[in-house]
């Protein structure tokens, strides 16, 4: 059975530092393409970055510069730095996992003075 935990999340000041964690189980971790997504209320849920099983990476425009997305597989787990926060990155964050479009349950990242 897939498993992804994510964790890390919180609320943060404008301008601070997070750094989100998914912990997988029940799959190969390192031949999985893994990626991050994010939901807003009232909003579709957008790709945020995502990590190919050789460690390529992606990143939407709006992220670019400011978060990091990197993998450990020795450890199951991958990871999400975010610096430079913004009020417009509050919402919840998903942890994904391909093949098989797994999801985890979210955490909240809430950017507010």
């Known amino acids: 059975q897939v498993q992804l935990e994510e964790s890390g999340g919180g609320l943060v000041q404008p301008g601070g530092s997070l750094r989100l964690s998914c912990a997988a189980s029940?799959?190969?971790?390192?031949?999985?393409?893994m990626g991050w997504y994010r939901q807003a209320p009232g909003n579709s849920r957008e790709l945020v970055a995502r990590?190919?099983?050789?460690?390529?990476?992606s990143y939407a425009d709006s992220v670019k510069g400011r978060f990091t997305i990197s993998r450990d597989n020795t450890k199951n787990t991958m990871y999400l730095q975010m610096n430079s926060l913004k009020p417009e990155d509050t919402a919840i964050y998903y942890c994904?996992?391909?093949?098989?479009?797994?999801w985890g349950q979210g955490t909240q990242v809430t950017v507010s003075s």
């Open positions: 029940g799959i190969i971790f390192s031949v999985y393409a």
């Open positions: 994904n996992a391909n093949p098989g479009n797994h």
């Open positions: 990590i190919t099983r050789y460690g390529g990476t």
